[in-house]
């Protein structure tokens, strides 16, 4: 399923991120934009509405829907490596995935659901000003929004991230930072959610998604074949704590963006390159002069 217009412009966005080597570029067309002031007021003003009786019967209804569309829109998705899971010690954990597209959550909230874990969600801050149906989504389906803002790092987000972890909930965090529409490959990693993990003392469980072209045409856009997830489970990373959480957040990152790597290289049968090749956009059928 496809959300959003102006893909082919979006892919041009990404092509140019990715021969640049910036790997956390904004490529989206239409984003929010707001300043530091708006974005704060913006979360704060979050934080304070999920204290009201309205807020907590729209978190139901919102947590509802967020079950519904995830057997709806991803309920073919398959997943390898479960076994891993097996001996993950019962409490929270932070989850890395690759960032591709508006709804993938999805498949990490279903993974989420075979363990018998709730998922919370750490978001950009600008997603709660998403346009409708994602708006209410972003709001109410248990989000942690994150400010770019040194004092809300420091303070206010590990208060909402401890909360979630202690409540032994599973959090998942996107390490590439920004959404890269269908794009295939693992890109380079930021080092904050495994400064986190190592803070908080908790395992990382390190997933990367295939997506699968289908022979199907999508529906919405003739451009675009139909595609499905596989979600694969890789070995979860623990902080050591013999390490500061600095020392830990490099070494967790580095093992995990190598263990992404892998199982790109394996799944895909391809050496990772980042000059850009139609095919890194799952699905697309166009070509890019």
């Known amino acids: 399923m496809i959300f959003g217009d102006n893909r082919e412009a979006v892919i041009k966005n990404i092509k140019k991120a990715a021969n640049d080597r910036d790997f956390t570029a904004k490529v989206e067309i239409g984003d929010p934009q707001m300043s530091l002031d708006e974005r704060l007021k913006l979360v704060n003003d979050y934080w304070e509405n999920r204290k009201t009786f309205s807020s907590k019967i729209n978190n139901r209804i919102g947590h509802m829907i967020f079950n519904t569309l995830a057997k709806t829109i991803a309920g073919s998705t398959e997943f390898e490596g479960l076994e891993k899971l097996n001996n993950l010690p019962i409490g929270g954990a932070i989850v890395t995935s690759?960032?591709?597209?508006?709804?993938?959550?999805?498949?990490?909230?279903?993974?989420?659901?075979?363990?018998?874990?709730?998922?919370?969600?750490?978001?950009?801050?600008?997603?709660?000003?998403?346009?409708?149906f994602?708006?209410?989504?972003?709001?109410?389906?248990?989000?942690?929004?994150?400010?770019?803002?040194?004092?809300?790092?420091?303070?206010?987000?590990?208060?909402?991230?401890?909360?979630?972890?202690?409540?032994?909930?599973?959090?998942?965090?996107?390490?590439?930072?920004?959404?890269?529409?269908n794009y295939r490959k693992p890109r380079k990693l930021q080092r904050g959610a495994y400064y986190f993990a190592a803070k908080q003392n908790v395992p990382v469980i390190s997933t990367f998604v295939e997506i699968k072209d289908l022979p199907k045409v999508e529906k919405k856009d003739a451009n675009f074949y139909e595609t499905k997830y596989i979600v694969h489970v890789l070995d979860p990373i623990y902080p050591d704590v013999s390490l500061s959480a600095n020392e830990n957040a490099h070494h967790m990152m580095e093992q995990d963006y190598k263990q992404k790597v892998a199982v790109y290289e394996k799944i895909y049968g391809k050496k990772l390159n980042y000059d850009f090749l139609d095919w890194d956009i799952a699905g697309w059928r166009g070509h890019l002069s």
Not at 136 to 143: E, I, K, P
Request: glycine share 2%.
């Open 98 to 132: 690759n960032h591709y597209n508006q709804v993938d959550s999805l498949p990490i909230k279903l993974l989420a659901d075979k363990m018998h874990c709730q998922l919370s969600i750490v978001i950009e801050d600008t997603n709660l000003m998403l346009p409708g």
């Open 134 to 181: 994602f708006r209410y989504l972003m709001n109410y389906v248990g989000t942690i929004p994150l400010v770019q803002s040194p004092s809300y790092i420091a303070n206010e987000f590990p208060k909402h991230l401890s909360q979630a972890l202690d409540q032994n909930n599973w959090v998942l965090i996107y390490p590439e930072q920004e959404m890269w529409w």
